[in-house]
Protein backbone atom coordinates (compact mmCIF):
# COMPACT_ATOMS: atom_id res chain seq x y z
CA UNK A 1 0.00 0.00 0.00
CA UNK A 2 2.66 2.46 1.01
CA UNK A 3 4.68 1.59 -2.22
CA UNK A 4 1.43 2.44 -4.69
CA UNK A 5 1.24 5.63 -2.90
CA UNK A 6 4.36 6.44 -3.42
CA UNK A 7 4.02 6.04 -6.90
CA UNK A 8 1.01 7.90 -6.74
CA UNK A 9 2.91 10.66 -5.44
CA UNK A 10 5.80 10.19 -7.79
CA UNK A 11 3.47 10.06 -10.53
CA UNK A 12 1.78 13.68 -9.42
CA UNK A 13 4.91 15.31 -8.92
CA UNK A 14 6.09 15.01 -12.30
CA UNK A 15 2.87 15.95 -13.62
CA UNK A 16 3.45 18.99 -12.32
CA UNK A 17 7.05 19.73 -12.59
CA UNK A 18 5.96 18.79 -16.75
CA UNK A 19 3.00 21.53 -16.75
CA UNK A 20 5.23 24.42 -15.01
CA UNK A 21 7.79 23.52 -17.33
CA UNK A 22 5.68 24.04 -20.52
CA UNK A 23 4.47 27.03 -19.28
CA UNK A 24 7.83 28.53 -19.26
CA UNK A 25 9.44 27.02 -22.54
CA UNK A 26 9.48 29.20 -25.82
CA UNK A 27 6.93 28.90 -28.49
CA UNK A 28 4.02 26.77 -28.21
CA UNK A 29 3.95 23.99 -31.05
CA UNK A 30 0.55 25.22 -32.63
CA UNK A 31 2.61 28.91 -33.01
CA UNK A 32 5.66 27.19 -34.77
CA UNK A 33 2.64 25.96 -37.17
CA UNK A 34 1.09 29.00 -37.73
CA UNK A 35 4.22 30.54 -38.11
CA UNK A 36 4.41 28.77 -41.67
CA UNK A 37 0.92 28.62 -42.52
CA UNK A 38 0.22 24.62 -41.03
CA UNK A 39 -2.12 25.41 -38.35
CA UNK A 40 -4.84 24.26 -37.80
CA UNK A 41 -3.05 21.54 -38.33
CA UNK A 42 -4.70 18.59 -41.25
CA UNK A 43 -3.94 15.34 -42.07
CA UNK A 44 -3.40 14.85 -45.80
CA UNK A 45 -4.84 11.19 -46.39
CA UNK A 46 -5.21 8.70 -44.04
CA UNK A 47 -2.79 5.69 -45.71
CA UNK A 48 -1.63 3.51 -42.38
CA UNK A 49 -3.40 2.09 -39.54
CA UNK A 50 -0.91 1.84 -37.02
CA UNK A 51 -2.28 -1.03 -34.13
CA UNK A 52 -0.80 -1.23 -30.80
CA UNK A 53 -2.08 -5.28 -30.05
CA UNK A 54 -1.47 -4.81 -26.25
CA UNK A 55 1.20 -3.44 -23.83
CA UNK A 56 2.26 -6.90 -22.69
CA UNK A 57 5.86 -7.16 -23.60
CA UNK A 58 8.79 -9.44 -22.44
CA UNK A 59 11.12 -6.81 -22.13
CA UNK A 60 11.53 -3.29 -19.96
CA UNK A 61 13.72 -0.86 -21.78
CA UNK A 62 14.03 2.46 -20.22
CA UNK A 63 13.03 4.12 -23.48
CA UNK A 64 9.59 2.88 -24.11
CA UNK A 65 7.08 5.48 -24.17
CA UNK A 66 4.72 2.81 -24.18
CA UNK A 67 5.72 1.64 -20.42
CA UNK A 68 5.41 -1.71 -21.95
CA UNK A 69 6.59 -4.90 -19.34
CA UNK A 70 5.79 -8.51 -18.12
CA UNK A 71 3.38 -7.19 -15.82
CA UNK A 72 1.24 -5.38 -18.46
CA UNK A 73 -2.47 -6.86 -18.83
CA UNK A 74 -3.72 -4.53 -21.94
CA UNK A 75 -4.45 -6.76 -25.21
CA UNK A 76 -6.39 -6.08 -27.52
CA UNK A 77 -9.12 -8.84 -28.13
CA UNK A 78 -10.28 -10.59 -30.94
CA UNK A 79 -13.34 -8.63 -31.07
CA UNK A 80 -11.68 -5.25 -31.42
CA UNK A 81 -9.07 -7.23 -34.08
CA UNK A 82 -12.21 -7.73 -36.36
CA UNK A 83 -12.99 -4.02 -36.41
CA UNK A 84 -9.15 -3.43 -37.17
CA UNK A 85 -9.88 -5.75 -39.93
CA UNK A 86 -12.93 -3.82 -41.49
CA UNK A 87 -11.61 -0.76 -41.08
CA UNK A 88 -8.45 -1.56 -43.13
CA UNK A 89 -10.60 -2.88 -45.76
CA UNK A 90 -11.26 0.97 -46.20
CA UNK A 91 -9.20 2.36 -49.97
CA UNK A 92 -7.10 5.06 -48.96
CA UNK A 93 -5.25 2.62 -46.48
CA UNK A 94 -2.29 0.95 -48.03
CA UNK A 95 -0.29 -0.60 -44.79
CA UNK A 96 -1.13 -1.68 -41.83
CA UNK A 97 1.63 -1.08 -39.12
CA UNK A 98 0.98 -3.65 -35.92
CA UNK A 99 2.82 -2.40 -32.64
CA UNK A 100 3.03 -2.89 -28.78
CA UNK A 101 4.78 -4.17 -26.48
CA UNK A 102 5.33 -7.26 -28.34
CA UNK A 103 2.51 -7.75 -30.58
CA UNK A 104 3.71 -11.46 -30.92
CA UNK A 105 2.37 -11.87 -28.11
CA UNK A 106 -1.45 -11.34 -28.43
CA UNK A 107 -3.01 -14.52 -28.04
CA UNK A 108 -4.64 -14.29 -31.69
CA UNK A 109 -1.29 -12.41 -33.82
CA UNK A 110 -1.20 -15.40 -35.70
CA UNK A 111 -4.57 -15.41 -36.87
CA UNK A 112 -4.95 -11.80 -37.24
CA UNK A 113 -1.61 -11.52 -39.38
CA UNK A 114 -2.69 -14.24 -41.50
CA UNK A 115 -6.37 -11.96 -42.13
CA UNK A 116 -4.64 -9.18 -42.91
CA UNK A 117 -2.50 -10.44 -45.62
CA UNK A 118 -5.23 -11.70 -47.63
CA UNK A 119 -6.68 -7.82 -48.18
CA UNK A 120 -3.36 -7.25 -50.13
CA UNK A 121 -2.30 -4.33 -47.67
CA UNK A 122 1.48 -3.71 -46.90
CA UNK A 123 1.32 -5.10 -43.05
CA UNK A 124 4.58 -4.11 -41.02
CA UNK A 125 5.42 -6.11 -37.35
CA UNK A 126 7.79 -3.72 -35.58
CA UNK A 127 9.04 -6.79 -32.96
CA UNK A 128 11.50 -6.33 -30.47
CA UNK A 129 13.14 -9.31 -31.90
CA UNK A 130 14.13 -11.09 -28.47
CA UNK A 131 10.54 -12.25 -28.77
CA UNK A 132 11.96 -14.23 -31.68
CA UNK A 133 13.89 -16.29 -29.80
CA UNK A 134 11.26 -17.75 -26.99
CA UNK A 135 10.28 -21.00 -27.20
CA UNK A 136 6.43 -19.88 -27.98
CA UNK A 137 7.69 -17.64 -30.68
CA UNK A 138 10.25 -19.84 -33.05
CA UNK A 139 7.87 -19.81 -35.71
CA UNK A 140 6.95 -16.50 -36.18
CA UNK A 141 10.29 -15.85 -38.43
CA UNK A 142 9.29 -18.43 -40.75
CA UNK A 143 5.50 -17.16 -40.32
CA UNK A 144 6.64 -13.73 -41.19
CA UNK A 145 8.25 -15.19 -44.43
CA UNK A 146 4.90 -16.99 -45.04
CA UNK A 147 2.79 -13.82 -44.94
CA UNK A 148 5.05 -11.66 -46.94
CA UNK A 149 5.44 -9.23 -43.66
CA UNK A 150 8.21 -6.20 -43.07
CA UNK A 151 9.81 -6.59 -40.21
CA UNK A 152 10.76 -3.28 -38.23
CA UNK A 153 12.89 -3.52 -35.44
CA UNK A 154 14.89 -1.56 -32.32
CA UNK A 155 18.46 -2.11 -32.35
CA UNK A 156 19.98 0.85 -30.58
CA UNK A 157 23.47 0.03 -31.61
CA UNK A 158 25.56 -2.44 -32.80
CA UNK A 159 27.52 -2.75 -29.59
CA UNK A 160 26.62 -5.41 -26.90
CA UNK A 161 27.16 -2.85 -23.83
CA UNK A 162 24.73 -0.17 -25.64
CA UNK A 163 21.92 -2.23 -26.23
CA UNK A 164 22.44 -4.22 -22.96
CA UNK A 165 21.98 -0.23 -21.03
CA UNK A 166 18.91 0.57 -22.97
CA UNK A 167 16.96 -2.87 -23.58
CA UNK A 168 18.11 -4.60 -20.36
CA UNK A 169 21.13 -7.76 -19.65
CA UNK A 170 21.13 -10.58 -22.31
CA UNK A 171 19.62 -8.27 -25.03
CA UNK A 172 22.16 -7.42 -27.46
CA UNK A 173 22.74 -11.90 -27.81
CA UNK A 174 18.90 -12.87 -28.22
CA UNK A 175 18.80 -9.87 -30.99
CA UNK A 176 21.36 -10.99 -32.97
CA UNK A 177 20.46 -14.53 -32.94
CA UNK A 178 16.83 -13.46 -34.49
CA UNK A 179 18.52 -10.94 -37.41
CA UNK A 180 20.78 -14.06 -38.30
CA UNK A 181 17.55 -16.44 -38.40
CA UNK A 182 15.48 -13.84 -40.38
CA UNK A 183 18.82 -13.68 -42.63
CA UNK A 184 18.55 -17.27 -43.42
CA UNK A 185 15.21 -17.19 -44.21
CA UNK A 186 16.09 -14.40 -46.86
CA UNK A 187 15.04 -11.37 -44.46
CA UNK A 188 17.09 -8.00 -45.48
CA UNK A 189 18.85 -9.99 -48.79
CA UNK A 190 18.42 -8.20 -51.91
CA UNK A 191 16.03 -9.44 -54.15
CA UNK A 192 13.89 -11.31 -51.74
CA UNK A 193 11.37 -8.92 -50.95
CA UNK A 194 11.93 -9.82 -48.04
CA UNK A 195 12.32 -6.35 -45.94
CA UNK A 196 14.10 -6.11 -42.55
CA UNK A 197 14.68 -2.72 -40.73
CA UNK A 198 16.27 -1.62 -37.71
CA UNK A 199 15.39 1.19 -35.88
CA UNK A 200 17.99 3.78 -33.90
CA UNK A 201 17.29 6.03 -30.77
CA UNK A 202 19.75 8.31 -28.59
CA UNK A 203 20.60 6.59 -25.42
CA UNK A 204 20.07 9.88 -23.83
CA UNK A 205 18.78 13.46 -23.82
CA UNK A 206 20.07 14.05 -27.51
CA UNK A 207 19.11 14.24 -30.95
CA UNK A 208 20.15 10.78 -33.35
CA UNK A 209 23.11 11.50 -36.16
CA UNK A 210 22.57 11.56 -40.08
CA UNK A 211 20.53 9.05 -41.19
CA UNK A 212 22.02 7.61 -44.33
CA UNK A 213 25.58 8.22 -42.13
CA UNK A 214 24.93 6.18 -39.46
CA UNK A 215 22.59 3.40 -41.61
CA UNK A 216 26.07 2.26 -43.22
CA UNK A 217 27.85 2.67 -40.23
CA UNK A 218 25.39 -0.11 -39.20
CA UNK A 219 26.03 -2.20 -42.00
CA UNK A 220 29.76 -2.61 -42.01
CA UNK A 221 29.40 -3.31 -38.35
CA UNK A 222 27.20 -6.02 -38.72
CA UNK A 223 28.16 -7.41 -41.59
CA UNK A 224 31.94 -7.85 -40.05
CA UNK A 225 31.13 -8.65 -37.10
CA UNK A 226 28.08 -11.24 -37.32
CA UNK A 227 27.32 -11.19 -40.97
CA UNK A 228 24.15 -10.03 -40.69
CA UNK A 229 22.48 -8.05 -43.59
CA UNK A 230 19.28 -5.83 -43.32
CA UNK A 231 17.23 -3.04 -45.80
CA UNK A 232 16.83 0.52 -43.94
CA UNK A 233 18.41 2.06 -40.46
CA UNK A 234 15.49 4.21 -39.02
CA UNK A 235 16.19 6.78 -36.75
CA UNK A 236 13.88 8.35 -34.29
CA UNK A 237 13.90 11.03 -31.98
CA UNK A 238 13.12 10.41 -28.30
CA UNK A 239 10.02 11.90 -27.39
CA UNK A 240 9.25 13.41 -23.34
CA UNK A 241 6.90 10.97 -22.32
CA UNK A 242 6.53 8.51 -20.23
CA UNK A 243 10.14 6.41 -19.00
CA UNK A 244 12.17 8.66 -21.03
CA UNK A 245 10.24 11.69 -19.37
CA UNK A 246 10.99 9.82 -16.00
CA UNK A 247 14.35 9.84 -16.67
CA UNK A 248 14.86 13.65 -17.84
CA UNK A 249 13.08 14.23 -14.93
CA UNK A 250 15.42 12.51 -12.72
CA UNK A 251 18.27 13.83 -14.40
CA UNK A 252 17.11 17.45 -14.40
CA UNK A 253 17.48 17.23 -18.28
CA UNK A 254 13.59 18.35 -19.47
CA UNK A 255 13.63 21.75 -19.75
CA UNK A 256 17.03 21.99 -22.07
CA UNK A 257 16.33 18.77 -23.52
CA UNK A 258 12.92 21.03 -24.89
CA UNK A 259 14.98 23.32 -25.31
CA UNK A 260 17.13 21.40 -27.77
CA UNK A 261 13.57 20.59 -29.43
CA UNK A 262 12.05 23.89 -29.89
CA UNK A 263 15.42 25.48 -31.45
CA UNK A 264 15.89 22.24 -33.48
CA UNK A 265 12.49 22.84 -35.08
CA UNK A 266 12.44 22.14 -38.73
CA UNK A 267 9.58 23.33 -41.25
CA UNK A 268 10.28 20.77 -43.39
CA UNK A 269 9.98 17.62 -41.03
CA UNK A 270 6.73 19.45 -39.78
CA UNK A 271 5.05 18.93 -43.25
CA UNK A 272 5.66 15.69 -43.04
CA UNK A 273 5.35 14.10 -39.91
CA UNK A 274 3.40 10.66 -39.41
CA UNK A 275 -0.18 12.31 -37.77
CA UNK A 276 -0.64 13.53 -40.92
CA UNK A 277 -1.83 10.15 -42.99
CA UNK A 278 -1.73 7.47 -39.97
CA UNK A 279 -4.32 6.56 -37.72
CA UNK A 280 -3.30 5.11 -34.04
CA UNK A 281 -5.05 2.38 -33.12
CA UNK A 282 -5.26 1.74 -29.33
CA UNK A 283 -5.60 -1.74 -27.68
CA UNK A 284 -8.78 -1.10 -26.28
CA UNK A 285 -9.97 0.17 -30.27
CA UNK A 286 -9.74 4.01 -28.97
CA UNK A 287 -8.53 6.14 -32.13
CA UNK A 288 -5.43 8.87 -31.87
CA UNK A 289 -3.08 11.27 -33.84
CA UNK A 290 -0.54 9.04 -33.40
CA UNK A 291 1.16 6.29 -31.53
CA UNK A 292 2.47 9.25 -28.70
CA UNK A 293 -0.53 10.81 -28.44
CA UNK A 294 -2.45 7.51 -27.78
CA UNK A 295 0.37 6.98 -24.59
CA UNK A 296 -0.84 10.43 -23.52
CA UNK A 297 -4.35 9.36 -24.20
CA UNK A 298 -5.19 12.49 -26.62
CA UNK A 299 -8.27 10.78 -28.18
CA UNK A 300 -9.03 12.08 -31.96
CA UNK A 301 -10.93 15.63 -32.22
CA UNK A 302 -13.73 13.51 -34.43
CA UNK A 303 -16.79 11.87 -33.94
CA UNK A 304 -15.24 9.01 -34.80
CA UNK A 305 -13.17 8.23 -31.61
CA UNK A 306 -13.11 4.39 -31.76
CA UNK A 307 -12.45 1.84 -34.36
CA UNK A 308 -15.97 0.00 -34.13
CA UNK A 309 -16.87 3.37 -35.91
CA UNK A 310 -14.46 4.18 -38.44
CA UNK A 311 -15.31 6.91 -40.85
CA UNK A 312 -12.85 8.01 -43.07
CA UNK A 313 -13.99 11.17 -44.31
CA UNK A 314 -14.63 12.15 -40.56
CA UNK A 315 -10.80 11.70 -39.68
CA UNK A 316 -9.27 12.87 -42.96
CA UNK A 317 -11.11 16.21 -41.99
CA UNK A 318 -10.61 16.53 -38.27
CA UNK A 319 -8.13 18.66 -36.68
CA UNK A 320 -4.74 16.99 -35.02
CA UNK A 321 -4.30 17.24 -31.47
CA UNK A 322 -0.70 18.97 -30.55
CA UNK A 323 1.06 19.53 -27.65
CA UNK A 324 4.81 20.11 -26.75
CA UNK A 325 5.88 16.92 -27.03
CA UNK A 326 5.25 16.97 -30.54
CA UNK A 327 8.59 19.09 -31.00
CA UNK A 328 10.02 15.90 -31.00
CA UNK A 329 8.67 14.72 -34.36
CA UNK A 330 9.84 17.81 -35.88
CA UNK A 331 13.54 18.57 -34.65
CA UNK A 332 16.49 18.57 -36.85
CA UNK A 333 15.91 15.88 -39.81
CA UNK A 334 12.32 15.10 -38.26
CA UNK A 335 11.30 11.58 -36.56
CA UNK A 336 8.61 9.50 -37.77
CA UNK A 337 7.79 5.87 -37.57
CA UNK A 338 9.79 5.27 -40.77
CA UNK A 339 12.91 7.11 -39.73
CA UNK A 340 13.79 10.78 -40.37
CA UNK A 341 11.78 13.12 -42.66
CA UNK A 342 14.01 15.70 -44.06
Known sequence: METLQKQNNELTTASFQVKTLETTVKTKFSQKLENIGLFPFKPTEIEILQINLGKLCNQVCEHCHVDAGPDRTEIMTKEVLQQCLEAAKNQSITTIDLTGGAPEMNPNFRWFVSELSQLGKKVIVRSNLTILTYKNYLDIPQFYKDNSVTVISSMPCYTKDNVDNQRGNGVFERSIQALQRLNEL?????????????????????????????????????????????????????????????????????????????????????????????????????????????????????????????????????????????????????????GSLA
Not at 191 to 212: D, F, H
Not at 286 to 306: P, R, T
Open 186 to 338: GYGKEGTGLELNLVYNPGGASLPPEQMALEGDYKRELKELFNIEFNNLYTITNLPISRFLDFLLKEEKYEKYMDKLIDSFNPVAAKEVMCRNTISVGWDGKLFDCDFNQMLELGVASSSQNIADFDNEQLKNRNIILGQHCYGCTAGAGSSCQ
